[in-house]
């Protein structure tokens, strides 16, 4: 690292003389300035490979410091140093181009790891630039024609090349692991693995040591090392998907794990140090969880560096189309069928639904219909796109294709189930809206079985994981969902 230079901003003398104490133990150059001017007049003068700027100082602060720099063309990486009061601004910061950012107090291993960070992924990114231009994977596994999904898609290779964590919002079903891995895909640490975690897909008392992993002998049942989910990806990149659903006891772990880019297993003595992309998606609104406090505020903020709605399937139905068709190849090659033309009434159909499930439905639609068609064309008839249950859901497509192939078994286990839909009618529904009676019926059920969500699931005819979502839409709508779950 002899070669590299790095500036440092701050107005604190302290605090400034103690970075550059921290850079020099690299054996990496530094100058310093106590203001944005000085630093600016600086940056202009010579060439910089890191820019550590402090956000809030006399004259010119961090910001407008940064902002001048992009002006004259000077793209040399800024990471600003914050108090979290100010985390809003450094967020701010990052949208528009900055490296990243650290929060005060911190130690000087942040510092250095910053910095063997920034200069590992420009080298590996040069390296990348040498051999197969990122376009050549720009569409790998995306299937879009709609301008919006377009410029999604533009600004996610752009946040690629940076270490920015990610937070992917929409609705379920709408692609988020699939922008999740193109952003992987063109990122320095494409070479590494990809590792998704499902959190609402693990029990909350082993969540700890799936993430974090733990050492042997660190609680009963412990007879051997684990590393954990963030060890596995490192070099690589680690998919928190659903991360709304991480309890609150463990947010504080998580968000170490973001300020200082280390993880320590149950009963580690010390912790580890990785170099692992993050990235996080959620169908919840975490800025309403952070203020009615059952989601950290400060992990909202260090997940919301660079955020990415992807849109319902109903608002781009330019895409239906392309996707059915990419959709019908996969499907026939896997079960090995002949790839089969929509006829017209099919494709009228299929860009007339509104896709409650976005395209994760969709698929389903497609696999069903290649596997069931029996003619020389999949006919609208094939779709199964209609029908309503009592809950107010989609009685097809399911989930699953295995749900029609055992459709029959199905219903006769539903008629010779204890809890019939009977027992959890609800009363006075005229006059109500579908959603209201179907809030109803669904609270009631729960609250009939003890809490019980696969039963409840069971009697209402949908899967846990549509359930699931519901008591998800029903908590950001402010009602307390935990009183039926008792």
């Known amino acids: 690292m002899i070669d590299k230079n790095i500036l440092i901003v701050d107005d604190d003398d302290n605090m400034r003389e103690a970075m550059k104490e921290t850079v020099l133990r690299l054996g990496v150059s530094v100058d310093t300035a106590e203001n944005g001017r000085i630093g600016f007049e600086k940056a202009t003068k010579k060439v910089y490979d890191l820019i550590i700027s402090d956000m809030r100082m006399p004259e010119i602060d961090g910001l407008s410091m940064f902002e001048m720099l992009k002006a004259t063309g000077i793209k040399t990486p800024v990471c600003f140093v914050t108090a979290y009061g100010s985390v809003t601004g450094a967020v701010e910061a990052l949208k528009i181009g900055a490296y990243d950012y650290i929060l005060k107090p911190f130690s000087p291993e942040v510092?250095?790891?910053?910095?063997?960070?920034?200069?590992?992924?420009?080298?590996?990114?040069?390296?990348?630039?040498?051999?197969?231009?990122?376009?050549?994977?720009?569409?790998?596994?995306?299937?879009?024609?709609?301008?919006?999904?377009?410029?999604?898609?533009?600004?996610?290779?752009?946040?690629?090349?940076?270490?920015?964590?990610?937070?992917?919002?929409?609705?379920?079903?709408?692609?988020?692991?699939?922008?999740?891995?193109?952003?992987?895909?063109?990122?320095?640490?494409?070479?590494?693995?990809?590792?998704?975690?499902?959190?609402?897909?693990?029990?909350?008392?082993?969540?700890?040591?799936?993430?974090?992993?733990?050492?042997?002998?660190?609680?009963?049942?412990?007879?051997?090392?684990?590393?954990?989910?963030?060890?596995?990806?490192?070099?690589?990149?680690?998919?928190?998907?659903?991360?709304?659903?991480?309890?609150?006891?463990?947010?504080?772990?998580?968000l170490r794990v973001l300020q200082e880019r280390e993880v320590e297993r149950l009963g580690a003595l010390k912790p580890s140090k990785i170099n692992t992309r993050v990235l996080a998606t959620t169908n919840r609104n975490l800025k309403v969880m952070s203020e009615e406090g059952s989601f950290r505020e400060d992990l909202y903020y260090r997940l919301n560096v660079i955020s990415m709605e992807l849109p319902p399937l109903r608002d781009r139905k330019e895409d239906v189309a392309d996707l059915s068709l990419f959709f019908i190849k996969k499907y026939s090659e896997i079960n090995k069928k002949p790839v089969k033309p929509l006829s017209d009434d099919a494709l009228k159909t299929l860009q007339s639904y509104e896709w409650p499930g976005n395209v994760r439905e969709l698929e389903h639609t497609i696999e069903r219909a290649v596997v069931l068609s029996k003619t020389t064309e999949i006919t609208?008839?094939?779709?199964?796109?209609?029908?309503?249950?009592?809950?107010?859901?989609?009685?097809?497509?399911?989930?699953?294709?295995?749900?029609?192939?055992?459709?029959?078994?199905?219903?006769?286990?539903?008629?010779?189930?204890?809890?019939?839909?009977?027992?959890?009618?609800?009363?006075?529904?005229?006059?109500?809206?579908?959603?209201?009676?179907?809030?109803?019926?669904?609270?009631?059920?729960?609250?009939?079985?003890?809490?019980?969500?696969?039963?409840?699931?069971?009697?209402?005819?949908?899967?846990?994981?549509?359930?699931?979502?519901?008591?998800?839409?029903?908590?950001?709508?402010?009602?307390?969902?935990?009183?039926?779950?008792?």
């Open 380 to 486: 609208s008839k094939d779709l199964f796109l209609h029908g309503i249950t009592i809950a107010g859901f989609k009685s097809n497509p399911k989930e699953d294709i295995k749900d029609i192939i055992k459709e029959e078994k199905a219903e006769k286990d539903a008629k010779e189930a204890k809890y019939s839909a009977e027992e959890h009618k609800v009363d006075n529904a005229v006059g109500r809206t579908i959603a209201d009676v179907e809030q109803e019926l669904i609270l009631k059920t729960l609250q009939d079985v003890s809490g019980n969500r696969t039963k409840a699931a069971e009697i209402l005819g949908i899967t846990v994981r549509t359930l699931r979502n519901k008591l998800n839409e029903y908590r950001d709508a402010g009602i307390d969902v935990e009183e039926y779950l008792k």
């Open 111 to 254: 510092i250095e790891e910053l910095i063997r960070r920034t200069f590992e992924l420009a080298g590996s990114q040069s390296s990348a630039a040498g051999n197969v231009p990122l376009e050549d994977n720009s569409k790998k596994g995306t299937v879009y024609k709609s301008a919006y999904m377009e410029h999604i898609f533009s600004l996610a290779k752009d946040v690629a090349e940076s270490e920015a964590t990610v937070l992917i919002t929409g609705e379920s079903g709408t692609g988020k692991e699939v922008l999740a891995r193109f952003i992987h895909e063109n990122s320095g640490h494409a070479k590494g693995p990809f590792v998704a975690v499902n959190c609402a897909a693990i029990p909350e008392n082993l969540i700890e040591s799936e993430l974090f992993g733990y050492e042997k002998g660190a609680f009963t049942g412990a007879v051997n090392k684990k590393i954990g989910k963030f060890e596995a990806a490192d070099g690589g990149t680690i998919l928190l998907d659903e991360i709304g659903e991480i309890p609150l006891h463990l947010q504080a772990k998580l």
